[in-house]
Nanobody, 126 residues
Framework: QVQLVESGGGLVQPGGSLRLSCAAS????????VGWFRQAPGKEREGVAC????????SSADSVKGRFTISRDNAKKMVYLQMNSLKPEDTAVYSC???????????????????WGQGNQVTVSS
């Protein structure tokens, strides 16, 4: 059974930083593309960033470019989302996902991912 688990969320003041982590059981996450998505109350799910399994190529949404960085540690089979200069509009439930596919490119399109974590709340507020 495949299970993805996110950690590292919480409450942070505007301008602060958080690092989210994504771990998986049931499949070797280090072999696959991984994406981060978020959903705020009353809004549709939004793709945040993704990282390919081959070459660790990344893609990110315009709304987070220059502030968020996705990375992976294949030895630890972990994927991270470093979030800096956080804004109140970044408040959402953040989920990691994988499609158990391996490419040298990635897209943050939800339909390409079929294994999802439960999500982790990130709240940016003073």
């Amino acid at each position: 059974q495949v299970q993805l688990v996110e950690s590292g969320g919480g409450l942070v003041q505007p301008g602060g930083s958080l690092r989210l982590s994504c771990a998986a059981s049931g499949l070797p996450l280090n072999y696959y593309n991984v994406g981060w998505f978020r959903q705020a109350p009353g809004k549709e799910r939004e793709g945040v960033a993704c990282i390919s399994s081959i070459g660790a190529r990344t893609s990110s949404a315009d709304s987070v470019k220059g502030r968020f960085t996705i990375s992976r540690d294949n030895a630890k089979k972990m994927v991270y989302l470093q979030m800096n200069s956080l804004k109140p509009e970044d408040t959402a439930v953040y989920s990691c996902a994988t499609g158990a596919s391996s490419y040298n490119w990635c897209e943050i399109v939800a339909q390409q991912y079929n294994y999802w974590g439960q999500g982790n709340q990130v709240t940016v507020s003073s």
